[in-house]
């Protein structure tokens, strides 16, 4: 296998202002890539990443599907081609269900699903000309393990993850790759007032697990266990790979809860395995 590592590449990261997506674009350049960092504020995209000539600094909000077709174009423009999109931007709406509101629950959905999908729908047919290119989205271990408090964003990264299983046979035949990375508890900004919002308290009966959970969070902040800067790094390198894997689990808990959840799995398919076996139509019906 060619190995890839060294060629250089241009990047376009989405939520490049702050938080994962500044580390992500920091890798990209430390490794002599070209950068497109895109944030809705440009300014602060700038001041987080410096000015180096690689690095070109563009306005995006993602779930503007115009600024997206745009943000692309300035990418192509200056640098002629993108060969890995990063789909970083997102944010974290949490609360008991019942506590969410309508509105809150599809802004989670239309910036951490549609804002991917509209970033990814500029791109494609860049990608698909070339015949080359990496769609990477930045998932959670929320996307495929579900918990109390999270029902908005675990539904969100579910979604992700169900459309990028269904995308990479789709984009094969071109050449582009997918890649969906799944990440556990690491030192970003995901749990600041600035990422994540909390639903207003308006029934009793989840008060006090309310209060706990806000706490625990709130005092988790800034302790998380692992390091933003190894994750991008880690995933400059898979990158640059031939064949990238489809699916990445990130951080030490995050295989731990996934294996988890795969044992939980064939658990309860063999639990009721000959039950669940015994549906199919019986001779005589299906050749009536």
Not at 36 to 63: F, I, Q, S, W, Y
Not at 95 to 111: K, L, M
Request: glycine residues 8%; aromatic residues 6%; proline residues 5%.
């Amino acid at each position: 296998m060619a190995d890839d590592t060294m060629k250089k590449q241009v990047w376009l990261v989405t939520g490049a202002g702050r938080g994962m997506g500044v580390d992500i674009a920091q890798a990209a350049l430390a490794a002599g890539h070209a950068v497109v960092a895109t944030g809705r504020n440009p300014e602060r995209v700038a001041a987080a990443l410096g000015e180096p000539d690689d690095l070109l600094a563009v306005a995006l909000d993602v779930t503007d599907p115009a600024g997206a077709q745009a943000a692309v174009q300035a990418a192509v423009d200056r640098f002629g081609r993108i060969d890995v999109l990063v789909n970083n931007a997102g944010n974290f709406h949490a609360g008991f269900f019942e506590e969410i509101s309508d509105d809150d629950f599809r802004a989670q959905v239309e910036t951490n699903l549609f804002g991917p999908l509209n970033v990814t729908r500029a791109a494609l047919p860049v990608l698909r000309a070339q015949r080359s290119g990496l769609v990477v989205t930045m998932s959670s271990t929320a996307g495929l393990i579900g918990q109390e408090f999270t029902s908005a964003y675990a539904a969100s990264k579910f979604a992700l993850e169900g459309w990028m299983e269904s995308l990479a046979p789709e984009v094969a035949p071109f050449g582009v790759r997918t890649l969906v990375v799944e990440p556990g508890f690491f030192r970003t900004d995901l749990l600041t007032p600035e990422s994540t919002s909390y639903a207003e308290p308006s029934i009793e009966d989840y008060a006090e697990r309310t209060r706990r959970t806000v706490a625990a969070w709130t005092g988790m902040n800034g302790l998380q266990g692992g390091d933003p800067a190894k994750l991008a790094k880690a995933l400059v390198q898979l990158a640059g790979q031939e064949e990238p894997p489809v699916r990445w689990v990130a951080g030490a808990d995050a295989v731990a809860g996934v294996e988890q959840k795969a044992k939980d799995l064939l658990a309860q398919v063999d639990a009721h395995r000959e039950l669940s076996s015994s549906l199919a139509l019986d001779d005589a019906t299906a050749n009536a």
